[in-house]
Nanobody, 124 residues
Framework: QVQLVESGGGLVQPGGSLRLSCAAS????????MNWYRQAPGKERELVAA???????DYADSVKGRFTISRDFGKNTVYLQMNSLKPEDTAVYYC??????????????????WGQGTQVTVSS
């Protein structure tokens, strides 16, 4: 059906940069929002950056000015450029997207999909 595949995580020193990618594939009719969440050990999952189908973006206060979300609409791919990384950015990062699938009865139904998560570790 539909899957989200993430890549780009890893270990980086404080002040460094990483770029995450998330590609949606499968029987996709359309993609609405594509977002990035993260979950640190012992903490709840939180929204880091959001991107609408109209191109609007929003960020958590903790990452504003350091992270940039962008999309390649033709490839159903979302990116997260992370600069000036801090140890507190260490977490598993998850891609999330609202994706519409056309069914055999010709209806289109939207639901949330999640990627498998990619580990980002910021440490010296």
């Amino acid at each position: 059906q539909v899957q989200l595949v993430e890549s780009g995580g890893g270990l980086v020193q404080p002040g460094g940069s990483l770029r995450l990618s998330c590609a949606a594939s499968g029987s996709i009719f359309s993609v609405n929002a594509m977002n990035w969440y993260r979950q640190a050990p012992g903490k709840e999952r939180e929204l880091v950056a959001a991107s609408t189908s109209g191109g609007s973006t929003d960020y958590a206060d903790s990452v504003k000015g350091r992270f940039t979300i962008s999309r390649d609409f033709g490839k159903n791919t979302v990116y997260l450029q992370m600069n000036s990384l801090k140890p507190e950015d260490t977490a598993v990062y998850y891609c999330n997207a609202e994706i519409g699938v056309r069914y055999s009865d010709a209806t289109v139904r939207y639901k949330d999909y999640w990627g498998q998560g990619t580990q980002v570790t910021v440490s010296s």
